[in-house]
């Protein structure tokens, strides 16, 4: 029999758990990764949306409707009119979208998302 100090390696348990955690972080990955997508398409629209120079003359109504649109062709489903904010203070218009997504992970822990992304367009 080897003495403790020339034994090496891990456990068939130590296996275990760090193939549980390991399961467990690729599953939680799986169930983010489509979010933080769906985010970056919001965010590349709102920097197509100020790019636009007509974007700043446009009213609030037709700068919402544009955006909605925007979000539907790339299917961007949980972002609604409610979570698009448009202000006007003299020349400059601000639109803020935020919205809060969540993930069902295991029986009644959630994963809870906050997003929060503004663009300001100067009228010219």
């Known amino acids: 029999m ?10 068939t348990i130590s296996w275990l758990i760090i193939f549980i955690m390991v399961g467990f972080l690729v599953y939680v990955g ?3 990764t489509p979010v933080y ?25 037709e700068i ?3 955006i909605t649109k925007r979000l539907y062709v790339n299917n961007i489903r949980h972002v609604n009119r409610d979570h698009i904010k448009i202000q006007r203070s003299g ?3 601000t639109i803020n979208v935020a919205y ?5 992970i295991v029986y009644n822990i959630s994963l809870v998302m ?3 992304e503004s663009i300001e367009l100067t009228a010219n």
Do not use: C, W
Not at 100 to 104: I, L, S, W, Y
């Open 2 to 11: 080897q003495s403790l100090k020339k034994q090496k390696g891990l456990t």
């Open 91 to 93: 020349k400059v218009t």
């Open 100 to 104: 809060v997504e969540t993930r069902p």
């Open 37 to 61: 997508i769906d985010h970056y398409a919001v965010v590349s629209m709102l920097n197509t949306v100020k790019e636009d120079p007509l974007t700043a003359r446009k009213s609030k109504k």
């Open 30 to 32: 799986i169930k983010i």
């Open 114 to 116: 906050t997003f929060d």
């Open 64 to 66: 919402r409707e544009m």
